[in-house]
């Protein structure tokens, strides 16, 4: 079992760049699939990044491609996701999550930890 914490929200402008942590605990955070995923108010969860067990394959949906980058240091057990040029509508708590597979899923439902979640407010 996993235990995961994100940090590092807050309230930005439109346009600047911002980075999430996630911090694990319990068994080996190298052994796991990670991701970030986003809900904003009344939207269902979306799926944002993963990153496989090293770091060395990553897979983005589209409306962050060249903007966003998942990363992970398992030396340190954390997990990151640099944002840049957010959005007004990327608005959300988002959340990282970890999964025992080695397929890098988009579904929510293939995760099995998740963290509390951190709040992004972009204003424009």
């Known amino acids: 079992q996993v235990q995961l914490v994100e940090s590092g929200g807050g309230l930005v402008q439109a346009g600047v760049s911002l980075r999430l942590s996630c911090a694990a605990s319990?068994?080996?955070?190298?052994?796991?699939?990670m991701g970030w995923f986003r809900q904003a108010p009344g939207k269902e969860r979306e799926f944002v990044a993963a990153?496989?067990?090293?770091?060395?394959?990553?897979y983005y949906e589209d409306y962050v491609k060249g903007r966003f980058t998942i990363s992970r240091d398992n030396a340190k057990n954390t997990l990151y996701l640099q944002m840049s040029s957010l959005k007004p509508e990327e608005t959300a708590v988002y959340y990282c999550?970890?999964?025992?597979?080695?397929?890098?899923?988009?579904?929510?439902?293939?995760?099995?930890?998740w963290g509390q979640g951190t709040q992004v407010t972009v204003s424009s």
């Open positions: 999550a970890a999964r025992s597979g080695y397929r890098l899923l988009s579904q929510a439902n293939g995760y099995n930890y």
């Open positions: 990153i496989n067990w090293s770091g060395g394959s990553t």
């Open positions: 319990g068994r080996t955070f190298s052994s796991y699939t």
